[in-house]
């Protein structure tokens, strides 16, 4: 079992840069793929980041390729995601995952964090 806390968002404005953190518990951090997924107001659940349990590997779509990075600290226990050129379309409640591989669907991670609101100001 494997429990995530997201934090870090907040009301920025367009252009801003902001760092989400997700806190894992759990001796097995490093054995899972991390993943970032966003939900906006009346739309489904799309996929954001990805990182491999090493850290090696990362994944993104084009829609955040080149402005997002996610990363990690398995000594800390944490998946960070720094977003930068903010836009008022990445509004959402941003989700942090955990699964036993990285995943571009919500269907192939098996841990959920409550997510965290962010939202961007034109």
């Known amino acids: 079992q494997v429990q995530l806390v997201e934090s870090g968002g907040g009301l920025v404005q367009a252009g801003d840069s902001l760092r989400l953190s997700c806190a894992a518990s759990g001796r097995t951090f490093s054995s899972y793929a991390m993943g970032w997924f966003r939900q906006a107001p009346g739309k489904e659940r799309e996929f954001v980041a990805a990182?491999?349990?090493?850290?090696?590997?990362?994944y993104y779509p084009d829609s955040v390729k080149g402005r997002f990075t996610i990363s990690r600290d398995n000594a800390k226990n944490t998946v960070y995601l720094q977003m930068s050129t903010l836009k008022p379309e990445d509004t959402a409640v941003y989700y942090c995952?955990?699964?036993?591989?990285?995943?571009?669907?919500?269907?192939?991670?098996?841990?959920w964090g409550k997510g965290t609101l962010v939202t961007v100001s034109s």
């Open positions: 990182i491999s349990g090493s850290g090696g590997n990362t």
């Open positions: 995952a955990a699964g036993g591989a990285p995943s571009y669907s919500q269907y192939g991670m098996q841990y």
